[in-house]
Nanobody, 124 residues
Framework: QVQLVESGGGLVQAGGSLRLSCAASGRTFSSYAMGWSRQAPGKEREFVAVINKSGGTTYYADSVKGRFTISRDNAKNTVYLQMNSLKPEDTAVYYC?????????????????WGQGTQVTVSS
C-alpha cells in the first residue's frame, strides 16, 4: 500500500514557476514509477510527466515538454514536478501517481495509486 500526499500548489502569474512535491509512504517507493497528471475544470484528466523507478528515464506530455521537469529522490520517498514558464492553460488540479508500470501512468487508464491533488492556478 502506498499513500501519496501532494504539496506546493498555489496561485502564480503567467511566466512564473512552481515546484510540486509528492511524499509517499511505505518502504517500496523505489519499486514504483511515479508521475503527474492534471485535470482542468470541464476537461478530461490528462497525463503530464512520468519518471521510472530509478529516475533514469522521464517522459513528458507535448504540452509541457521543455517547461516542466520531473525528478525523484528515493532516499526521501518524494517525487517533484518543477514547473517553469507557466501558462494560464496549465491551471488544473495536479495529481501524483504511482504504478509499477510507467506505461499505465502515461495511458492514465488504470493507475495503482493517486494522491488527493493540489490546485495550481496561473493568472494571465
Amino acid at each position: 500500500q502506498v499513500q501519496l500526499v501532494e504539496s506546493g500548489g498555489g496561485l502564480v502569474q503567467a511566466g512564473g514557476s512552481l515546484r510540486l512535491s509528492c511524499a509517499a509512504s511505505g518502504r517500496t517507493f523505489s519499486s514504483y514509477a511515479m508521475g503527474w497528471s492534471r485535470q482542468a475544470p470541464g476537461k478530461e484528466r490528462e497525463f503530464v510527466a512520468v519518471i521510472n523507478k530509478s529516475g533514469g528515464t522521464t517522459y513528458y506530455a507535448d504540452s509541457v515538454k521543455g517547461r516542466f521537469t520531473i525528478s525523484r529522490d528515493n532516499a526521501k520517498n518524494t517525487v517533484y514536478l518543477q514547473m517553469n514558464s507557466l501558462k494560464p492553460e496549465d491551471t488544473a488540479v495536479y495529481y501524483c501517481n504511482a504504478d509499477i508500470s510507467p506505461a499505465s501512468i502515461v495511458a492514465g487508464t488504470v493507475i495503482d495509486y493517486w494522491g488527493q491533488g493540489t490546485q495550481v492556478t496561473v493568472s494571465s
